[in-house]
Protein backbone atom coordinates (compact mmCIF):
# COMPACT_ATOMS: atom_id res chain seq x y z
CA UNK A 1 0.00 0.00 0.00
CA UNK A 2 2.81 2.47 1.02
CA UNK A 3 4.49 1.61 -2.68
CA UNK A 4 1.28 2.36 -4.27
CA UNK A 5 0.63 5.68 -2.48
CA UNK A 6 3.91 6.82 -3.41
CA UNK A 7 4.04 5.89 -7.19
CA UNK A 8 0.45 7.99 -7.04
CA UNK A 9 2.40 11.06 -5.75
CA UNK A 10 5.00 10.68 -8.28
CA UNK A 11 2.57 10.55 -11.10
CA UNK A 12 0.98 13.80 -9.57
CA UNK A 13 3.96 15.65 -9.52
CA UNK A 14 4.84 15.06 -13.04
CA UNK A 15 1.77 16.12 -14.37
CA UNK A 16 3.12 19.68 -13.22
CA UNK A 17 6.63 19.44 -14.49
CA UNK A 18 7.08 22.31 -17.10
CA UNK A 19 9.67 21.57 -20.27
CA UNK A 20 13.06 22.37 -20.16
CA UNK A 21 13.56 26.14 -20.60
CA UNK A 22 16.33 27.35 -23.20
CA UNK A 23 19.56 29.08 -21.86
CA UNK A 24 19.13 32.58 -20.84
CA UNK A 25 15.57 32.20 -21.16
CA UNK A 26 12.91 31.76 -18.21
CA UNK A 27 9.49 30.03 -18.82
CA UNK A 28 6.09 29.93 -16.96
CA UNK A 29 2.83 28.40 -16.70
CA UNK A 30 0.92 31.14 -18.87
CA UNK A 31 2.57 29.95 -21.35
CA UNK A 32 4.99 32.29 -21.89
CA UNK A 33 8.58 32.78 -22.18
CA UNK A 34 11.25 35.69 -21.93
CA UNK A 35 14.92 35.58 -23.29
CA UNK A 36 17.19 38.19 -23.27
CA UNK A 37 20.55 38.82 -24.39
CA UNK A 38 20.60 36.06 -27.36
CA UNK A 39 22.51 35.65 -30.53
CA UNK A 40 19.77 33.65 -31.92
CA UNK A 41 16.27 32.49 -31.77
CA UNK A 42 16.64 29.27 -29.35
CA UNK A 43 15.62 25.92 -30.22
CA UNK A 44 13.51 23.93 -27.52
CA UNK A 45 11.10 26.77 -27.12
CA UNK A 46 8.42 24.61 -25.29
CA UNK A 47 5.26 23.88 -28.39
CA UNK A 48 2.91 25.10 -25.96
CA UNK A 49 4.26 28.92 -25.96
CA UNK A 50 1.82 31.65 -26.48
CA UNK A 51 3.99 34.28 -25.88
CA UNK A 52 7.64 35.12 -26.28
CA UNK A 53 9.32 38.26 -25.62
CA UNK A 54 13.23 38.49 -26.96
CA UNK A 55 14.80 41.52 -25.68
CA UNK A 56 18.48 43.01 -25.99
CA UNK A 57 19.75 40.69 -28.12
CA UNK A 58 22.42 40.41 -31.48
CA UNK A 59 19.80 38.61 -33.67
CA UNK A 60 20.66 39.91 -37.05
CA UNK A 61 18.37 37.53 -39.20
CA UNK A 62 14.77 35.90 -38.30
CA UNK A 63 13.80 32.46 -40.89
CA UNK A 64 11.64 30.43 -41.34
CA UNK A 65 13.33 27.03 -38.92
CA UNK A 66 12.91 30.12 -36.05
CA UNK A 67 9.23 28.67 -35.52
CA UNK A 68 9.35 26.08 -37.19
CA UNK A 69 7.54 24.17 -33.87
CA UNK A 70 5.68 27.18 -32.46
CA UNK A 71 2.20 25.99 -33.23
CA UNK A 72 0.67 27.59 -30.31
CA UNK A 73 2.09 31.10 -30.74
CA UNK A 74 0.41 34.10 -30.35
CA UNK A 75 2.22 37.11 -29.28
CA UNK A 76 6.14 37.62 -30.56
CA UNK A 77 7.62 40.42 -29.37
CA UNK A 78 11.76 41.36 -30.36
CA UNK A 79 13.01 43.70 -28.89
CA UNK A 80 15.93 46.16 -29.05
CA UNK A 81 17.87 42.97 -30.93
CA UNK A 82 19.84 44.43 -33.78
CA UNK A 83 17.38 42.35 -36.48
CA UNK A 84 18.35 43.95 -39.88
CA UNK A 85 16.51 41.20 -42.39
CA UNK A 86 13.54 38.96 -41.99
CA UNK A 87 13.43 35.69 -44.36
CA UNK A 88 10.18 35.96 -46.48
CA UNK A 89 7.22 33.39 -45.15
CA UNK A 90 9.10 33.33 -42.20
CA UNK A 91 6.11 34.61 -40.24
CA UNK A 92 3.20 32.79 -42.85
CA UNK A 93 2.58 29.48 -41.05
CA UNK A 94 2.12 30.83 -37.59
CA UNK A 95 -1.44 30.78 -37.81
CA UNK A 96 -2.19 31.18 -34.36
CA UNK A 97 -0.55 34.56 -34.64
CA UNK A 98 -2.22 37.94 -33.30
CA UNK A 99 0.82 40.13 -31.90
CA UNK A 100 3.83 41.00 -33.90
CA UNK A 101 6.11 43.53 -32.39
CA UNK A 102 9.56 44.17 -33.92
CA UNK A 103 10.86 47.67 -31.99
CA UNK A 104 14.03 49.28 -31.78
CA UNK A 105 15.41 46.91 -34.85
CA UNK A 106 16.85 47.67 -37.77
CA UNK A 107 14.60 46.87 -40.47
CA UNK A 108 14.59 48.47 -43.89
CA UNK A 109 11.44 47.11 -44.81
CA UNK A 110 7.74 45.56 -43.89
CA UNK A 111 8.58 41.64 -43.18
CA UNK A 112 6.54 40.08 -46.50
CA UNK A 113 4.06 37.41 -46.07
CA UNK A 114 2.08 38.34 -42.77
CA UNK A 115 -0.11 35.69 -41.18
CA UNK A 116 -3.56 36.33 -41.55
CA UNK A 117 -4.82 36.51 -38.35
CA UNK A 118 -2.61 39.52 -37.32
CA UNK A 119 -4.19 41.73 -34.97
CA UNK A 120 -0.94 43.63 -33.92
CA UNK A 121 1.71 45.24 -35.75
CA UNK A 122 3.59 47.20 -34.54
CA UNK A 123 7.40 48.06 -36.12
CA UNK A 124 8.09 51.14 -34.76
CA UNK A 125 12.06 52.72 -34.61
CA UNK A 126 13.64 50.90 -37.47
CA UNK A 127 14.92 51.89 -40.78
CA UNK A 128 11.76 51.66 -43.09
CA UNK A 129 11.92 53.83 -45.98
CA UNK A 130 8.97 52.90 -47.87
CA UNK A 131 5.77 51.21 -48.09
CA UNK A 132 4.53 48.45 -51.01
CA UNK A 133 0.56 47.62 -51.21
CA UNK A 134 2.07 43.84 -50.87
CA UNK A 135 2.93 44.74 -47.42
CA UNK A 136 -0.42 44.57 -45.90
CA UNK A 137 -1.74 42.04 -48.61
CA UNK A 138 -4.41 39.83 -46.64
CA UNK A 139 -4.42 41.57 -43.67
CA UNK A 140 -8.37 41.66 -43.26
CA UNK A 141 -8.06 41.42 -39.05
CA UNK A 142 -5.39 43.56 -38.54
CA UNK A 143 -6.56 46.64 -35.66
CA UNK A 144 -3.18 48.15 -34.73
CA UNK A 145 -0.63 49.35 -37.08
CA UNK A 146 2.44 50.98 -35.53
CA UNK A 147 5.22 52.66 -37.56
CA UNK A 148 6.52 55.47 -35.35
CA UNK A 149 10.57 56.52 -35.63
CA UNK A 150 11.06 55.33 -39.17
CA UNK A 151 11.61 56.92 -42.92
CA UNK A 152 8.83 56.96 -44.62
CA UNK A 153 8.63 60.20 -46.82
CA UNK A 154 5.13 59.17 -48.20
CA UNK A 155 1.88 57.63 -47.11
CA UNK A 156 -0.05 56.54 -50.90
CA UNK A 157 -3.67 55.81 -49.44
CA UNK A 158 -3.62 52.65 -51.65
CA UNK A 159 -0.87 50.84 -49.00
CA UNK A 160 -3.21 50.68 -46.46
CA UNK A 161 -6.57 49.85 -48.72
CA UNK A 162 -6.34 46.42 -47.72
CA UNK A 163 -6.82 46.53 -44.29
CA UNK A 164 -10.50 47.04 -43.46
CA UNK A 165 -10.48 46.47 -39.62
CA UNK A 166 -7.58 48.88 -38.77
CA UNK A 167 -8.58 50.72 -35.89
CA UNK A 168 -5.33 52.66 -35.00
CA UNK A 169 -2.80 54.05 -37.41
CA UNK A 170 0.37 55.73 -35.82
CA UNK A 171 2.94 57.04 -37.77
CA UNK A 172 4.83 59.76 -35.80
CA UNK A 173 8.10 60.63 -36.04
CA UNK A 174 8.87 59.82 -39.91
CA UNK A 175 9.54 62.39 -42.91
CA UNK A 176 6.15 62.40 -44.68
CA UNK A 177 5.90 65.51 -46.63
CA UNK A 178 2.89 64.25 -48.03
CA UNK A 179 -0.32 62.08 -47.73
CA UNK A 180 -2.76 61.08 -50.78
CA UNK A 181 -6.45 61.05 -50.46
CA UNK A 182 -8.83 59.45 -49.85
CA UNK A 183 -7.81 57.05 -47.23
CA UNK A 184 -10.68 54.34 -46.95
CA UNK A 185 -10.40 52.83 -43.60
CA UNK A 186 -14.03 52.78 -42.40
CA UNK A 187 -13.10 51.36 -39.08
CA UNK A 188 -10.36 53.79 -38.26
CA UNK A 189 -10.15 55.38 -34.99
CA UNK A 190 -7.41 56.96 -33.96
CA UNK A 191 -4.57 58.26 -36.61
CA UNK A 192 -1.46 60.05 -35.48
CA UNK A 193 1.01 61.60 -37.88
CA UNK A 194 3.35 63.59 -35.14
CA UNK A 195 6.41 65.08 -36.07
CA UNK A 196 6.45 64.68 -39.61
CA UNK A 197 7.11 67.11 -42.48
CA UNK A 198 3.11 67.89 -43.47
CA UNK A 199 2.30 71.12 -45.47
CA UNK A 200 -0.60 70.50 -46.70
CA UNK A 201 -3.91 67.96 -46.33
CA UNK A 202 -5.63 66.87 -49.28
CA UNK A 203 -9.54 67.49 -48.90
CA UNK A 204 -10.42 64.40 -50.12
CA UNK A 205 -8.36 62.81 -47.12
CA UNK A 206 -11.22 62.36 -44.67
CA UNK A 207 -13.92 61.08 -47.00
CA UNK A 208 -13.82 57.28 -46.42
CA UNK A 209 -13.41 57.70 -42.47
CA UNK A 210 -15.93 57.72 -40.85
CA UNK A 211 -15.10 56.84 -37.41
CA UNK A 212 -12.19 58.79 -36.71
CA UNK A 213 -12.58 59.83 -33.10
CA UNK A 214 -8.79 60.79 -32.26
CA UNK A 215 -7.03 62.64 -34.90
CA UNK A 216 -3.12 64.29 -34.56
CA UNK A 217 -0.79 66.85 -36.96
CA UNK A 218 1.06 67.79 -34.04
CA UNK A 219 4.59 68.87 -35.37
CA UNK A 220 4.11 69.43 -38.64
CA UNK A 221 4.39 72.71 -40.74
CA UNK A 222 0.63 73.10 -41.70
CA UNK A 223 -0.56 76.65 -41.54
CA UNK A 224 -4.05 75.96 -41.41
CA UNK A 225 -6.56 73.51 -39.91
CA UNK A 226 -7.84 70.93 -42.44
CA UNK A 227 -10.84 70.93 -43.85
CA UNK A 228 -13.32 68.33 -44.32
CA UNK A 229 -12.71 66.66 -41.18
CA UNK A 230 -15.18 63.82 -39.94
CA UNK A 231 -18.17 64.57 -37.69
CA UNK A 232 -17.10 61.69 -35.94
CA UNK A 233 -13.96 63.61 -34.65
CA UNK A 234 -13.54 64.06 -30.58
CA UNK A 235 -9.76 65.33 -30.33
CA UNK A 236 -8.18 67.19 -33.00
CA UNK A 237 -4.76 67.81 -31.85
CA UNK A 238 -2.73 70.86 -34.15
CA UNK A 239 0.25 71.84 -31.71
CA UNK A 240 3.49 72.66 -32.83
CA UNK A 241 2.24 73.95 -36.38
CA UNK A 242 2.55 77.36 -38.34
CA UNK A 243 -1.00 78.21 -37.96
CA UNK A 244 -2.03 81.82 -37.74
CA UNK A 245 -5.51 81.73 -38.07
CA UNK A 246 -8.23 79.57 -37.37
CA UNK A 247 -11.34 79.34 -39.60
CA UNK A 248 -13.68 78.08 -36.67
CA UNK A 249 -16.83 78.13 -39.57
CA UNK A 250 -15.21 75.62 -41.21
CA UNK A 251 -14.89 73.07 -38.33
CA UNK A 252 -18.95 73.67 -37.29
CA UNK A 253 -19.62 70.61 -38.10
CA UNK A 254 -17.96 68.68 -35.64
CA UNK A 255 -20.71 68.76 -33.16
CA UNK A 256 -18.46 65.88 -31.07
CA UNK A 257 -15.46 67.35 -30.50
CA UNK A 258 -14.76 67.89 -26.86
CA UNK A 259 -11.07 68.49 -26.78
CA UNK A 260 -9.07 70.93 -29.23
CA UNK A 261 -5.03 71.35 -28.83
CA UNK A 262 -3.87 74.39 -30.54
CA UNK A 263 -0.95 75.39 -28.86
CA UNK A 264 2.79 76.38 -29.89
CA UNK A 265 1.42 78.37 -33.02
CA UNK A 266 1.65 81.55 -34.45
CA UNK A 267 -2.40 82.68 -33.48
CA UNK A 268 -2.62 85.72 -32.41
CA UNK A 269 -6.19 86.02 -32.19
CA UNK A 270 -9.30 83.35 -31.45
CA UNK A 271 -12.57 84.31 -32.57
CA UNK A 272 -15.82 82.03 -33.16
CA UNK A 273 -14.65 78.87 -31.09
CA UNK A 274 -18.71 79.03 -29.61
CA UNK A 275 -19.58 77.31 -32.95
CA UNK A 276 -17.55 74.00 -31.36
CA UNK A 277 -20.58 73.68 -28.66
CA UNK A 278 -19.37 70.73 -27.03
CA UNK A 279 -15.85 71.80 -26.72
CA UNK A 280 -14.98 70.88 -23.01
CA UNK A 281 -10.96 71.04 -23.60
CA UNK A 282 -9.00 73.96 -25.55
CA UNK A 283 -5.03 74.21 -25.12
CA UNK A 284 -3.65 77.61 -26.91
CA UNK A 285 -0.56 77.90 -25.06
CA UNK A 286 2.70 79.58 -26.30
CA UNK A 287 1.12 81.67 -29.35
CA UNK A 288 0.92 85.30 -29.54
CA UNK A 289 -2.84 86.52 -27.95
CA UNK A 290 -3.06 90.00 -26.89
CA UNK A 291 -7.02 89.32 -25.80
CA UNK A 292 -8.56 86.40 -24.33
CA UNK A 293 -11.20 85.12 -26.60
CA UNK A 294 -14.84 86.09 -26.46
CA UNK A 295 -17.80 84.11 -26.99
CA UNK A 296 -15.72 80.73 -25.95
CA UNK A 297 -17.81 77.49 -26.22
CA UNK A 298 -20.34 77.26 -22.88
CA UNK A 299 -19.66 73.69 -21.71
CA UNK A 300 -15.61 74.61 -21.38
CA UNK A 301 -14.02 73.00 -18.56
CA UNK A 302 -10.48 73.30 -19.37
CA UNK A 303 -8.63 76.79 -20.85
CA UNK A 304 -4.93 77.00 -21.14
CA UNK A 305 -3.90 79.99 -22.39
CA UNK A 306 -0.47 80.56 -20.92
CA UNK A 307 2.88 81.88 -22.80
CA UNK A 308 1.07 84.34 -24.62
CA UNK A 309 0.65 88.31 -23.93
CA UNK A 310 -2.06 88.87 -22.20
CA UNK A 311 -2.80 91.74 -20.03
CA UNK A 312 -6.52 92.32 -18.97
CA UNK A 313 -8.66 89.92 -17.18
CA UNK A 314 -12.22 91.43 -16.77
CA UNK A 315 -15.87 89.73 -16.30
CA UNK A 316 -16.96 89.99 -19.92
CA UNK A 317 -13.80 87.20 -20.56
CA UNK A 318 -15.54 84.74 -18.57
CA UNK A 319 -19.21 85.49 -18.23
CA UNK A 320 -20.36 82.13 -19.81
CA UNK A 321 -17.90 79.78 -18.32
CA UNK A 322 -19.97 78.53 -16.16
CA UNK A 323 -18.62 74.84 -16.48
CA UNK A 324 -14.73 75.65 -16.19
CA UNK A 325 -12.35 74.06 -13.93
CA UNK A 326 -9.03 74.34 -14.54
CA UNK A 327 -7.71 78.06 -15.71
CA UNK A 328 -4.34 78.38 -16.95
CA UNK A 329 -3.10 82.08 -17.26
CA UNK A 330 0.33 81.35 -15.71
CA UNK A 331 3.16 83.16 -17.99
CA UNK A 332 1.29 86.39 -19.38
CA UNK A 333 1.77 89.80 -18.91
CA UNK A 334 -1.71 90.87 -17.01
CA UNK A 335 -1.66 93.40 -14.82
CA UNK A 336 -5.32 93.87 -14.20
CA UNK A 337 -7.41 91.53 -12.95
CA UNK A 338 -11.18 92.85 -12.68
CA UNK A 339 -12.32 92.02 -9.17
CA UNK A 340 -15.11 89.37 -9.41
CA UNK A 341 -14.19 88.41 -12.87
CA UNK A 342 -14.20 84.84 -12.18
CA UNK A 343 -17.18 84.77 -10.07
CA UNK A 344 -19.99 83.26 -12.64
CA UNK A 345 -17.22 80.21 -13.12
CA UNK A 346 -18.82 78.64 -10.03
CA UNK A 347 -16.82 74.99 -10.74
CA UNK A 348 -13.10 76.26 -10.97
CA UNK A 349 -11.30 74.42 -8.67
CA UNK A 350 -7.93 75.72 -10.51
CA UNK A 351 -6.36 78.86 -10.88
CA UNK A 352 -2.45 79.49 -12.35
CA UNK A 353 -1.26 82.83 -12.38
CA UNK A 354 2.09 82.80 -11.94
CA UNK A 355 4.48 84.94 -13.42
CA UNK A 356 3.07 87.87 -14.34
CA UNK A 357 2.23 91.51 -13.09
CA UNK A 358 -0.23 91.61 -10.25
CA UNK A 359 0.59 93.79 -7.31
CA UNK A 360 -2.08 92.17 -5.02
CA UNK A 361 -4.42 89.03 -4.99
CA UNK A 362 -7.60 89.39 -7.45
CA UNK A 363 -10.35 89.99 -5.36
CA UNK A 364 -13.84 87.68 -5.12
CA UNK A 365 -12.29 84.74 -6.28
CA UNK A 366 -14.50 81.53 -6.91
CA UNK A 367 -15.35 80.00 -4.02
CA UNK A 368 -14.63 76.77 -5.28
CA UNK A 369 -11.03 77.08 -5.46
CA UNK A 370 -8.90 74.06 -4.62
CA UNK A 371 -5.66 75.72 -5.71
CA UNK A 372 -4.03 79.17 -6.63
CA UNK A 373 -0.89 80.01 -7.97
CA UNK A 374 0.40 83.34 -8.15
CA UNK A 375 4.42 82.72 -7.87
CA UNK A 376 6.40 85.14 -9.50
CA UNK A 377 4.06 88.34 -9.55
CA UNK A 378 5.08 91.24 -7.91
CA UNK A 379 2.85 90.76 -4.46
CA UNK A 380 3.55 92.86 -1.67
CA UNK A 381 0.89 92.31 0.86
CA UNK A 382 -1.64 89.45 1.54
CA UNK A 383 -4.81 90.91 2.61
CA UNK A 384 -8.02 89.50 4.65
CA UNK A 385 -10.46 90.20 1.97
CA UNK A 386 -8.46 88.44 -0.96
CA UNK A 387 -8.64 85.23 1.07
CA UNK A 388 -11.88 84.89 3.11
CA UNK A 389 -14.11 82.96 0.91
CA UNK A 390 -11.90 80.69 -0.24
CA UNK A 391 -12.82 77.98 2.14
CA UNK A 392 -11.86 75.25 -0.55
CA UNK A 393 -8.79 76.13 -1.21
CA UNK A 394 -6.24 73.64 -0.28
CA UNK A 395 -2.87 74.97 -2.56
CA UNK A 396 -1.61 78.27 -2.11
CA UNK A 397 1.48 78.93 -3.78
CA UNK A 398 2.74 82.84 -3.45
CA UNK A 399 6.46 82.14 -3.95
CA UNK A 400 8.97 85.12 -5.54
CA UNK A 401 6.94 88.20 -4.83
CA UNK A 402 7.31 90.89 -2.24
CA UNK A 403 5.91 89.76 0.49
CA UNK A 404 7.64 90.51 3.73
CA UNK A 405 5.17 89.93 6.50
CA UNK A 406 2.55 87.27 6.97
CA UNK A 407 -0.67 88.47 8.24
CA UNK A 408 -2.16 85.38 10.10
CA UNK A 409 -6.20 86.74 10.10
CA UNK A 410 -5.67 86.09 6.29
CA UNK A 411 -4.97 82.65 6.62
CA UNK A 412 -7.99 81.88 9.14
CA UNK A 413 -10.16 81.55 7.10
CA UNK A 414 -8.58 78.84 4.85
CA UNK A 415 -9.67 75.38 6.86
CA UNK A 416 -8.47 73.23 4.59
CA UNK A 417 -5.30 74.86 3.52
CA UNK A 418 -2.49 71.97 3.38
CA UNK A 419 -0.01 73.36 1.04
CA UNK A 420 1.60 77.17 1.52
CA UNK A 421 4.96 78.21 -0.21
CA UNK A 422 6.27 81.17 0.67
CA UNK A 423 9.83 81.02 0.13
CA UNK A 424 11.77 83.60 -2.17
CA UNK A 425 10.47 86.36 -0.29
CA UNK A 426 11.76 89.01 1.57
CA UNK A 427 10.86 88.14 5.05
CA UNK A 428 11.24 90.34 7.44
CA UNK A 429 11.69 87.58 10.37
CA UNK A 430 9.39 89.29 13.40
CA UNK A 431 8.50 86.55 16.06
CA UNK A 432 4.79 87.12 14.57
CA UNK A 433 5.95 85.59 11.56
CA UNK A 434 7.33 82.31 13.28
CA UNK A 435 4.04 82.08 15.10
CA UNK A 436 1.85 82.32 12.27
CA UNK A 437 4.27 79.09 10.83
CA UNK A 438 3.43 77.33 13.81
CA UNK A 439 -0.23 78.21 14.06
CA UNK A 440 -0.61 76.77 10.21
CA UNK A 441 1.50 73.97 11.08
CA UNK A 442 -0.52 73.10 14.20
CA UNK A 443 -3.59 72.71 11.77
CA UNK A 444 -1.99 70.27 9.50
CA UNK A 445 -0.98 72.88 7.02
CA UNK A 446 2.71 72.20 5.10
CA UNK A 447 4.46 75.27 5.03
CA UNK A 448 7.50 75.96 2.77
CA UNK A 449 9.40 79.51 3.95
CA UNK A 450 12.35 81.08 3.24
CA UNK A 451 14.93 83.24 3.80
CA UNK A 452 15.29 86.48 6.18
CA UNK A 453 15.69 89.66 4.46
CA UNK A 454 15.47 91.80 7.68
CA UNK A 455 16.30 92.81 10.26
CA UNK A 456 20.12 92.95 9.36
CA UNK A 457 21.05 90.46 11.74
CA UNK A 458 18.85 87.87 10.75
CA UNK A 459 19.67 88.36 7.29
CA UNK A 460 20.54 85.05 4.71
CA UNK A 461 18.98 82.95 7.88
CA UNK A 462 16.01 80.75 7.73
CA UNK A 463 12.72 81.76 9.22
CA UNK A 464 11.87 77.99 8.67
CA UNK A 465 14.33 76.62 11.28
CA UNK A 466 17.17 78.62 12.07
CA UNK A 467 17.57 77.75 15.89
CA UNK A 468 18.85 81.09 16.95
CA UNK A 469 15.88 83.31 15.60
CA UNK A 470 13.84 80.89 18.04
CA UNK A 471 15.79 81.25 21.07
CA UNK A 472 15.46 85.23 20.54
CA UNK A 473 11.85 84.76 20.42
CA UNK A 474 11.35 82.00 23.21
CA UNK A 475 13.16 84.83 25.20
CA UNK A 476 10.50 88.12 23.97
CA UNK A 477 8.25 85.41 24.37
CA UNK A 478 8.92 84.80 27.90
CA UNK A 479 9.95 88.59 28.96
CA UNK A 480 6.71 88.94 27.78
CA UNK A 481 5.00 86.93 29.93
CA UNK A 482 6.91 88.26 33.16
CA UNK A 483 5.92 91.95 32.02
CA UNK A 484 2.52 90.49 32.54
CA UNK A 485 2.57 88.50 35.56
CA UNK A 486 3.79 91.59 37.61
CA UNK A 487 1.03 93.69 36.41
CA UNK A 488 -1.44 91.62 38.39
CA UNK A 489 -4.39 91.36 36.13
CA UNK A 490 -7.73 90.60 37.81
CA UNK A 491 -8.31 87.53 35.01
CA UNK A 492 -5.02 85.82 34.65
CA UNK A 493 -4.36 84.61 30.66
CA UNK A 494 -2.69 81.20 29.81
CA UNK A 495 0.67 81.94 27.73
CA UNK A 496 1.74 78.88 27.19
CA UNK A 497 5.12 78.82 25.11
CA UNK A 498 4.93 77.80 21.38
CA UNK A 499 7.41 74.18 20.86
CA UNK A 500 8.72 74.28 17.72
CA UNK A 501 10.32 71.25 16.09
CA UNK A 502 13.89 71.61 14.77
CA UNK A 503 13.68 68.75 12.69
CA UNK A 504 10.84 69.18 10.51
CA UNK A 505 10.69 67.68 7.44
CA UNK A 506 9.52 70.25 4.85
CA UNK A 507 9.10 68.85 0.79
CA UNK A 508 7.52 70.59 -2.06
CA UNK A 509 3.82 69.98 -3.23
CA UNK A 510 2.60 69.36 -6.67
CA UNK A 511 -1.32 68.47 -7.78
CA UNK A 512 -1.25 65.54 -9.77
Avoid at 20 to 28: L, Q, T
Avoid at 246 to 256: A, C, Q, S, T, Y
Avoid at 475 to 504: R, V, Y
Wanted: glycine share 4%; net charge positive; charged share 25%.
Amino acid sequence: MYLLCALLGLLSLSDGVQPNCPGRCSCDSGPSVQCYRLTEVPSGIPANTKRLYISHSKIQHLQLSNFIQMFALEDFILLASGTETVEKDTFKTLHTLKTLELWKNKLRQVPGSLPSNLEVLKLNDNLIHVLHESDFEGLKKLKILELKNNLLSLLPASTLSSLVSLQNLILDGNSIESVAGPLILPHLKRMSLENNKLHLIPVNFFNSLPSLQFLSFSGNFLMKIPINLPKSLLSLKMERNQLKVVKFRDMKHLENLSHLYLSENSLSSIDGAQLLANLTTLELSQNQLKTLPLRLPARLQKLDISSNLIQRVTARDFQDLRDLKHLFLDNNIVSLFEAGALQRCSQLSNLALEQNLLLSIPLRLPETLARLDLKGNAIQDIAERELKDLKQLQVLNLRNNKISALDLKALEGLPRLRHLYLDGNPWNCTCSLLRAREVLKAKGTDVRGGQCAAPAERQGESWMSSKKIMRQCEHHLHQTEKSKDTKKKPKPEDHTSIKINMDDDYYDYELD
